[in-house]
Nanobody, 131 residues
């Protein structure tokens, strides 16, 4: 089955940090731009950020800009979401997914939270920011 496996979530105090990992299972990560998406209880899915297939381009939601960073290691088939200065409003289930709209090799990525634009969704990892 082609999907991502997310890990690294947990309970952290406000102001703390976490690093989420997203491992591609069943396919080569290097061909795809990747998006990170989160969903808080009772809220719509929200695009957090994205990274191009080579890692040369990233975009972030205004709500996380300056605090979150996306990186990738194609040799390890893994994408990371580094989260710093966490706030209670960052509490959500975090997912990564592949953007099938962008051709391999394009140094660009597009923000999206749509299940029709992103594919290979995993089960997500829970991040809870609370004192």
């Amino acid at each position: 089955q082609l999907q991502f496996v997310e890990s690294g979530g947990g309970l952290v105090q406000p102001g703390g940090s976490l690093r989420l990992s997203c491992v591609a299972s069943g396919f080569a990560l290097e061909h795809y731009a990747i998006g990170w998406v989160r969903q808080a209880p009772g809220k719509e899915r929200e695009a957090v950020g994205c990274i191009s297939s080579s890692g040369g381009a990233t975009n972030y939601a205004d709500s996380v800009k300056g605090r979150f960073t996306i990186s990738r290691d194609n040799a390890e088939n893994t994408v990371y979401l580094h989260m710093n200065t966490l706030k209670p409003e960052d509490t959500a289930v975090y997912y990564c997914a592949a953007d099938l709209r962008i051709s391999t090799g394009k140094t660009m990525c597009l923000m999206s939270s749509s299940r029709s634009e992103l594919d290979y969704w995993g089960q997500g990892t829970q991040v809870t920011v609370s004192s």
